[in-house]
């Protein structure tokens, strides 16, 4: 389907082209910075549990797994400003729904909705690629672009941390969460009149009916049920069959959906490249990075938010603490991946990305003794920080290098779906492991126990453990080829 400007002439020039995605990217960071600071405030406000406000995370990770295969090569196909409107406009959407959400259901469907901003960045790089064919400086136009793409989205996560944990207090909810809704439905009109629209190739429009339907039905029919059976456990509790029968179909679903991706010609997700020397490597760390750097950030926010007057632990911060907390993590992120060239120096290409998994899981090992303050806090998050920082610069070079040459977007964009999913059924379990009640729209003061927390952290550190492991298996070639591709942007 394309899309074009009724009125306005879309810039042409690449610098501008880039300048208004930089605008879409701002938003996209305001959307993954905003929220943090104020779960606690967003849990009273809908009258539920520290616990269930887990469900809207893992909710809008299993939605963004699962669309942004699909939305990718539909791009490829339809045109990549039509497929980044139509993304843009679910968000908006989704954005809209929470701002008015009268309860827990009704806000869950916008956090899902709301899922769909994660293929943003990769339609935006896909914009900026076909925009540079045929320049003889069409690959280093393209990483930089990336890059400053990136760099914005790193500082409207901060903007839009400390932006929320500034106006909780002043402003009702409903005013609150509106601004991001603000935000995104103006980067829709943003990119309706200001990105040109280059409409997909004859020969995709052509294969556009030859979609792995049956592949992407299967993938959302195992991951469904896998989360099925993890609410099942959180409502009936781990004594009832039910929840175990929902997970057992997941995985049979999954191997049902293996086997069919081998036997597919044009597969929705290449199964041997996944399970090649190089990759397996690269994209099971991605999974187990996902759980604690996309499942940990809602329990870190009730955990500061939590008074220990009236609970017995927790920082009893403000939403704007939190907010300074976002972004310190950011900012150590940032030096983690800037750093990478230099500790690639110290220890190998390898050995680099081994000690920045264990950097990060030392980060969260510490938060099992040393929760009691703020400073502690401070400091557990700056090590998290630097080691996550380094391996979300890391991991889709060295997937890109792992791969051949026409399939590098897809291992790359892998990486974010892999890590995605991890985060999701983390996200899952961590609402089961900090529940105090049995049902999953209790009212109440709903405060988990601190032993969930503790459940939380603990996986946390042997995800990024285990990711250390995995890592120290990837071939030292992969990894000198990923650092190269690293250092180009």
């Known amino acids: ?31 993954q910075g905003y929220y943090t600071p104020i779960f606690s405030d967003i849990a009273d406000h809908l009258s539920i549990s520290d616990a269930d406000v887990n469900w809207f995370e893992a909710a809008q990770l299993i939605v ?24 843009t406009a679910a968000t908006a959407i989704g954005s809209w729904v929470m701002a008015f959400a009268p309860g827990f259901t009704t806000f869950l469907v916008g956090v899902a909705l709301q899922g769909a901003y994660v293929v943003w960045l990769p339609l935006e790089v896909a914009i900026v690629y076909r925009r540079t064919a045929g320049n003889p400086r069409q690959h280093q136009l393209t990483r930089r672009s990336a890059a400053i793409l990136v760099g914005a989205l790193q500082l409207s996560v901060i903007v839009g941390a400390l932006t929320s944990g500034a106006l909780v207090g002043s402003v009702s909810m409903t005013t609150l969460l ?7 439905t103006a980067c829709f009109v943003v990119i ?28 959302t029919a195992g991951l469904g049920l896998v989360m099925a059976g993890l609410i099942a456990i959180r409502l009936q509790g781990p004594g009832s069959p ?50 604690s750097v996309l499942g940990a950030q809602i329990p870190l926010s009730t955990f500061a938010r939590t008074d220990p007057d009236a609970v017995g632990y927790g920082l009893g911060a403000s939403a704007a603490f939190v907010s300074t907390l976002v972004g310190v993590y950011v900012i150590f992120m940032a030096v983690g991946a800037f750093s990478l060239p230099l500790t690639s120096r110290l220890f190998g290409e390898r050995g680099a990305l081994v000690v920045s998994a264990v950097l990060a899981g030392t980060g969260y090992a510490l938060w099992l003794p040393l929760h009691g303050s703020t400073g502690q806090a401070l ?5 998290i920080g630097v080691g996550s920082g380094a391996l979300v610069a890391a991991l889709p070079a060295v997937a890109a290098a792992a791969a ?61 453990y285990a990711a250390a492991v995995a890592l120290a298996f990837l071939p030292r070639r992969t990894a000198e080829a990923g650092s190269d591709v690293l250092s180009a942007v």
């Open 1 to 31: 389907m394309s899309v074009t400007s009724p009125t306005l002439t879309p810039a042409r020039g690449l610098v501008a082209i880039v300048g208004f995605l930089v605008f879409v990217e701002f938003a996209s960071g305001i959307l």
């Open 64 to 87: 963004s797994a699962l669309v942004v295969p699909p939305l990718a090569r539909l791009g490829d196909l339809a045109g990549h400003k039509s497929v980044l409107l139509w993304a």
């Open 178 to 184: 509106m601004l991001p809704a603000i935000a995104v």
């Open 192 to 219: 309706w009149f200001g990105i040109e629209d280059v409409p997909g190739t004859a020969a995709g429009r052509a294969s556009l009916a030859a979609m792995d339907l049956r592949g992407l039905a299967l993938l």
């Open 242 to 291: 039910l929840p175990w029968l929902l997970l057992l179909a997941g995985a049979a679903t999954m191997v049902v959906f293996v086997r069919a991706e081998l036997a597919c010609a044009e597969p929705l997700v290449d199964v041997r490249l996944l399970a090649s020397g190089g990759q397996w490597q690269v994209q099971l760390c991605a999974f187990l990075f996902g759980m």
């Open 379 to 383: 400091v557990n998050m700056m090590i």
């Open 404 to 464: 051949p040459p026409e399939r590098t977007g897809f291992a790359t964009g892998m990486t974010n779906g892999i890590k995605t999913v991890g985060g999701a059924i983390a996200s899952a379990i961590f609402a089961i492991a900090l529940s105090a009640t049995g049902s999953l729209d209790a009212a109440g003061e709903g405060h988990a126990p601190l032993s969930g927390y503790l459940t939380v952290w603990a996986v946390c550190a042997v995800s990024a």
